[in-house]
């Protein structure tokens, strides 16, 4: 499937908690009904005091069309849909969010590992948004990514889910690809991946140990944002397809 993940920040003026309320409480009901999504999932920081945004919406669509047709284009920070739901879920980012902001990423997911059964309601997600080394291309980092680094980190202690999104337009995409990493335990997800505050992490053992050693093959670690959160599954309507 295709997906949209924003990476959300509030407007000026408005505080995180104000932003959660108005965001769950009247952009969602709209959110989950535009035409097109097949499943939508919010995710909300653990630590928003240390989070670099103020949440994550994640909208997964059957086709790159439907999902263009939505949500605008990958190279686009804007949108102008002129479907109904759609374009009054354009019309109500406004009234919460700092469009300008905010980055977003259109990709292709495959799901690398899947203890859940789609279900990630209350699970714990490390969402980091990847970014190639100086001197490496983006198919030399997705070859690398794909063929050695994914089969240490679906091992990772602890790791229920794990997902790759690979962009759909690398020329206009702002990251090179995103990796998500689920757990049950907050606690385990600090132990392997680091803290919300830290952009680095040291995990000391096991699968965890090797992954951190590895990415310095192919990450440029520092500007890698990432985001630690709950995440709440809103609708799911790939059964009906």
Known sequence: M???????????????????????????PIARDIEGVVRYQTVIPTEPEHAEF????????ETLEDLHDALGSSGSRDYDPTKEVAAE????????LDLEGRPRFIGEEIVQKDETDGDTTGLYKHSAFLVRQDGMSHEEFVEY??????????????VVRYATVLPADPENAEFDGVAELYFEDLDALY?????????????????AK?????????????DRPRFIGQETLQVDRTSEN
């Open 89 to 96: 879920a354009r019309a109500d980012v406004d009234n919460f």
């Open 191 to 207: 132990d392997a991946l680091g803290s919300e505050g830290s952009r680095d992490y040291d995990p000391d053992r096991g699968k």
């Open 145 to 158: 990514w794909q063929e050695n680094h994914t089969p240490i980190a679906r091992e990772i202690e602890g």
């Open 2 to 28: 295709y997906k949209h993940v924003a990476l959300l920040v509030r407007k000026d003026g408005m505080s995180h908690e104000e932003f959660v309320d108005y965001w769950q409480h009247n952009h969602t």
């Open 210 to 222: 090797e992954a951190r050693e590895d990415v310095d093959n192919f990450l440029a670690i520092e």
């Open 54 to 61: 103020d949440g994550l919406a994640e909208l997964y669509f």
